[in-house]
């Protein structure tokens, strides 16, 4: 079985698991009758369509990937494991640049710890923390960029959108 | 309430301010790659609580429309659209470019923008209230089956598979069912979060979904951008050009208009089949994606011009044909106003005064993009990384500003990974934005249905108006499987690659 395809199978698998989670959370909400639907049929209905499209999905993919393997096949010397490993390559790994993927998933754990602490410590100093990581992060700057560029930006997004735009803004432990 | 209360609405200064800082914005966001309309409207929807729901709606639209003019300036000046409906001008307008016609290409994509608006609006105008009488009929089975029939039209013109879709519209559809069931007060999927109750927050779903994902998703492949260099100058067309464009932007205004009036079809695809038409009926389709001025004047009438069709089925039926028009939908319901067949009767400020500020923006548009075209150049160079913490802030300020709780800005930041899963995983978000927000309605004219007919599922299928648009559904749902149409697709798509 090439990567792709087990990725998919995965994938359908997925939502094959999230379609039954909906449809058994909505049965204990209860169904309800067909003249009078109870809060569960609605999202039962979802549920279960997402179900059986999944498994055309999983279905459609692997008749897929069966066709391409075989026409491989035929033009491919070495037959079917050639072709499998001429699929097998062609396949673009999901996160081909490394170092691209990291600084995404970075990105998400830094917002994750920033909507957090901003409660804690407030909204100048939790976004000044968090700019001066995007700014290390994204693209390396220079140490003063880094500062000075975190510190005037958080006072100016604070001004703007707290004293201009009178947008509720967490205060946090300190104050501000 | 006609047209002319509709100027004495959208003629106030404070509507005029609105509407000018939404289509500043909408050139703003248009022209930088890495955030798109929605994810700009989304931003400043907190923005929008605290004034009327007219200006509110005038601001938004003005974003929506604004980005369809800044898009092509990066399209053409840098050759990375500067939103997804510019994909298609990047292929003429950056060649026109490259052959020192830089200018003429700014200028009649402008035009072209401007004149497949106004006429789109012309055709709003005009459309929408004879539509909205002919909705009036619709009773709870027509609605259900309209909106079944709006998600599958949708599905069906995904980009990617059909199946997909429909599966990201039954997503969509499960979100949307999470709070307080309408009929009992029953709480349903809230996991004990107390937020949760009114449901999950259509505006940081979106917010993740089209602004975060495409920050991570930039950052990942990193955008490199080679900014054209040359002097702009002649930006108004030639009489040549003139003459060549003519027929492109008519066609176009027309093909958007329609397009834009179908779900999921939008501004994008109606660049593209302009694009094919144009280059279909050409004297010389060699000459297309080597600079030919058609290839600019055509697409850009027509994405600008769907935008205005796609107000026709939001303020008429509630269907909303696109994200942005999906979030509109959110914003009307925010505001308290139902739209529907009823918005032109009892909200009549509302739709004419939206309507005139859309002839008024245009205007203001052409004048932001033509004389001021230096300043969106001297905007495009600015660095990517510097944007990155600017837009995950506003999205961070956007969300929290909501109902005042981090609940809302970790739902963001959940669906802006979700959304860049997606969007690696070619998922597309818009059937799940689009389904999420017309779940209730679409559950409540069901359970209505069902207890009209006293549980019999035939009631969508034996009213005749109802039963065409469950036809058009099954239809759409069994036509991609057919293999004649799938040959037909494959082989138009291989002609397309070529």
């Known amino acids: ?61 692997t008749r897929a990937y069966q066709r391409a393997a075989h026409s491989l096949a035929q033009t491919v010397d070495g037959g079917a494991d050639g072709a499998r490993a001429v699929s097998a390559e062609a396949v673009e ?15 998400i754990v830094a917002l994750l710890i920033y909507a957090l602490a901003m409660e ?26 880094i500062v000075f560029g975190a510190v005037l930006s958080s006072m100016a997004t604070y001004l703007v959108f707290k004293v201009w735009l009178e947008t509720a803004l967490p205060i946090g432990l300190l104050g501000f | 309430m006609d047209i002319f209360d509709g100027f004495s609405i959208a003629l106030t200064i404070a509507n005029l301010g609105y509407c000018a800082a939404g289509v500043f914005i909408g050139t703003l966001v248009g022209v930088l790659p890495g955030i798109g309309p929605v994810a700009a409207m989304s931003i400043l929807f907190p923005v929008t609580l605290g004034i009327p729901p007219v200006s509110a709606v005038i601001m938004l639209s003005g974003i929506y429309y604004g980005a369809m003019y800044g898009g092509s300036t990066t399209s053409i000046l840098v ?26 290409a700014l200028g009649i994509s402008a035009i072209g923008s401007f004149i497949g608006g106004t006429l789109a609006i012309i055709g709003l105008q005009i459309a929408a209230p004879h539509l909205a009488k002919v909705a009036l009929i619709f009773g709870f089975p027509e609605y259900f089956s309209l909106m079944c029939c709006g998600l599958v039209v949708l599905t069906f013109m995904a980009q990617g598979s059909m199946v997909r879709a429909l599966m ?85 205004g027309l093909i958007g208009f329609f397009f834009g009036l179908l779900p999921g079809a939008g501004p994008v695809a109606a660049g593209f089949v302009s694009y094919s038409v144009e280059k279909k009926i050409s004297k010389h389709p060699e000459q297309f994606g080597l600079g030919a001025i058609e ?68 205007i203001m548009l052409i004048v932001l993009n033509l004389p001021f075209v230096g300043l969106w150049v001297k905007i495009l160079k600015i660095p990517y990384h510097y944007l990155v913490p600017a837009i995950l802030i506003f999205c961070v300020i956007g969300s ?25 995983l070619k998922y597309e978000a818009a059937p ?24 019999d599922f035939m009631i969508f299928f034996s009213r005749p108006l109802s039963a065409i648009l469950m036809f058009v559904a099954v239809l759409l749902l069994i036509l991609p499987n057919l293999s004649w149409v799938r040959n037909r697709r494959a082989k138009r798509l291989e002609a397309s690659l070529e």
């Open chain 1, 1 to 61: 079985m090439s990567i792709a395809l087990r990725k998919e199978n995965w994938l359908s698998g997925f939502w094959i698991v999230c379609g039954l989670a909906i449809c058994i959370a909505s049965y204990r909400l209860s169904l309800g009758s067909l003249n009078d639907p109870g809060p569960g049929m609605f999202p039962f209905i979802a549920g279960s369509v997402l179900c059986v499209l999944s498994m055309v999905e999983w279905w459609n993919t």
């Open chain 1, 93 to 107: 790994p999901l996160f081909a640049n490394r170092l691209g993927a990291f600084k995404a998933a970075a990105i």
């Open chain 1, 120 to 145: 804690h410590l407030g909204f100048i100093l939790s976004t000044t923390l968090f700019i001066a990581f995007l700014l290390w992060l994204v693209e390396r700057q220079r140490w003063y960029v």
């Open chain 2, 79 to 104: 050759n990375i659209p500067g939103e997804a409906s510019s994909v298609i001008t990047c292929l003429d307008g950056h060649q026109m470019a490259r052959k020192g016609r830089a200018g003429v």
């Open chain 2, 168 to 252: 990201m519209a039954l997503v969509g559809l499960f979100l949307g069912s999470i709070g307080m069931d309408l009929v009992m007060g029953t709480p349903r999927f809230t996991f004990g979060i107390v937020e949760f109750s009114d449901g999950v927050g259509l505006i940081p779903v979106i917010m993740g979904l089209f602004g975060i994902s495409e920050v991570l998703l930039n950052i990942e492949q990193r955008i490199s951008k080679d900014v054209f260099s040359g002097k702009i100058s002649q930006i108004w067309p030639s009489r040549k050009d003139w003459a060549a464009s003519a027929g492109p932007i008519s066609r176009g």
């Open chain 2, 295 to 362: 290839g600019v004047a055509g697409p850009e009438a027509a994405n600008n011009a769907a935008i205005g069709g796609a107000f026709i089925p939001l303020l008429t039926l509630a269907i909303p044909s696109t994200p942005g028009m999906a979030l509109l939908l959110g914003a009307f319901l925010s505001y308290g106003v139902n739209v529907g067949p009823l918005l032109i009767t009892q909200h009549p400020d509302i739709f004419w005064g939206v309507v005139a500020s859309m002839y008024i923006g245009n």
């Open chain 2, 400 to 424: 929290y500003s909501l109902s005042n709780s981090m609940v809302d800005v970790i739902v963001m930041i959940v669906f802006g990974f979700i959304g860049y899963l997606f969007k690696k």
């Open chain 2, 432 to 455: 799940l934005i689009m389904a999420m927000v017309l779940s209730p309605l679409m559950e409540n004219n069901f359970r209505q249905s069902l207890l009209l007919s006293q549980g």
